[in-house]
């Protein structure tokens, strides 16, 4: 854990009634406790493969990564909610976690989502949102009351929840487009340093063979990296300082501003998730290579100390397979 995380676990940064240990207890309220799963994204699968630099990220910073090579890589594609046995609707927010291997024992993890902006400016409304939007038991749904109250008095979150509906999701996983959100901080070479953000574009928008509504995401993951590997360009943003927002995921930069194709991610295999591959990885963002920093989101630590507390309990937990197995699966 990270050390700014690990005060926010202990409420010494923050709101002072909000704490790691308080986002997960709502978590599992919302969701229920599954041993051995993941508080949020618990649904997920295991997959390996490598990062192809192909150099022009250098000019930006002076990461490792961003040096021409091929860096191995382990990841993991989710859904989000609390729930591993979740139905797989297409309209379920996707994860993309990502461990990068690199020279000197250094590595990067990154956890991206498939929607372009975050919905929450902050660790407090994410944890209220939750509250707001949480299934009534006597419908087993959002009650429209306090969800239409929570939006009329949190506009930021109105206003990216109008941006994310605008853009209708990809059919399989290997065609969607994942966002890093949080705003970061490169360094080059020469010291200079710049505010950035991620994303992971797929190099096709369809590939032979997909159903174009698939029952099951993970089965036409499956069936497609088996198929051929799969594969993202990742384009790096370069934000102007005092001009774009790093303080708040929700707010999208302007599409002007100057992009960079940094290498491709390729994703050679797939595996039921267990401890042998990615149980035990905590997607954690403020896990970064010399040259990358967090910047000024206060998420980054919330998200850093939540994981964190995530990881405590289900590693207390039986050491349980994934909920999605591959074996067997075309």
Known sequence: MTIGGFLFAESL?????LTARRVVDRLQNIHGTHSGFRRNHAKGVAVEGYFESNGSGAQLCAASIFRTGRYSVRGRFSLSGGNPHIAEDPGIVRGLGLQVGLPAGEQWRMAMINLPVFLDPTPQDFHDRGLAFANDPATGKPNPRLVSDYLATHPRTAAAMKIAKSVAPAPTFATTTFHGLNAFEFTDPDGTTIPVRWKLVPETESIP???????????????????????????????VRGQDRTD??????????PTVNVGTLVLTGIATETSDNVRTVNFDPLVLPNGIAPSDDPLLSARSAVYAESFRRRAGEPDNRGSVETEGRA
Do not use: H, K, Y
Not at 13 to 17: A, N, Q, V, W
Not at 248 to 257: I, Y
């Open 13 to 17: 940064i923050g709101p002072e009634r």
């Open 209 to 239: 063979g997909d159903d174009p509504r698939p029952a099951s995401l993970f089965t036409q993951l499956t069936n497609d990296i088996r198929q051929s590997p799969c594969r993202w360009t990742m384009m790096v943003t370069q934000g």
């Open 248 to 257: 708040d995921a929700s707010v999208p930069w302007p599409s002007t501003r």
